[in-house]
């Protein structure tokens, strides 16, 4: 039997929307999070779709925190790895955290919105 590939693209970009909104949900629990002094790296948060993947990320290049000069991506690992630093708002592990609350219904709520 032959897949019809109407069917196969649009499942395809059912499943990638799916995963880029539940990405979208935990970029923005993350957000929620993160340590904002400068709002630096609360703002470089993003979600894209590259081919067929989909990541979120804190941190680019082009977003240089005011207080410092340096730029959010040389920071934003050390900002959520550093536990003992204290921040007045926000936590370290912001995204690790906000990962690990969403794991567990991930792929209930992708397969939900991926039906074809």
Same mark, same amino acid.
């Given at each position: 039997?032959a897949l019809d590939?109407?069917?196969?693209a649009r499942?395809?970009?059912?499943?990638?929307?799916?995963v880029?909104e539940?990405?979208?949900?935990?970029m923005?629990l993350a957000q $929620?999070?993160v340590?904002r /002094? %400068?709002e630096?790296l *609360?703002?470089?948060?993003?979600?894209?779709v590259e081919?067929?993947t989909?990541?979120?990320?804190?941190?680019?290049d082009n977003?240089?925190?005011?207080?410092?000069?340096?730029?959010?991506n040389v920071?934003a $690992?050390?900002?959520e790895? /550093? %536990?003992?630093?204290? *921040?007045?708002?926000?936590q370290?592990?912001?995204?690790?955290?906000a990962v690990d609350e969403?794991r567990?219904?991930?792929?209930?709520r992708?397969?939900?919105?991926?039906?074809?």
């Amino acid at each position: 039997m032959a897949l019809d590939t109407a069917i196969f693209a649009r499942m395809r970009a059912n499943v990638l929307a799916a995963v880029k909104e539940d990405v979208e949900g935990t970029m923005s629990l993350a957000q $929620e999070r993160v340590p904002r /002094d %400068t709002e630096t790296l *609360h703002d470089s948060a993003r979600t894209a779709v590259e081919g067929d993947t989909v990541y979120g990320s804190f941190g680019r290049d082009n977003d240089v925190n005011p207080r410092t000069g340096q730029p959010s991506n040389v920071y934003a $690992e050390l900002v959520e790895e /550093d %536990t003992q630093k204290h *921040h007045p708002t926000g936590q370290s592990h912001f995204l690790r955290s906000a990962v690990d609350e969403r794991r567990a219904g991930m792929l209930a709520r992708i397969a939900a919105k991926a039906k074809v």
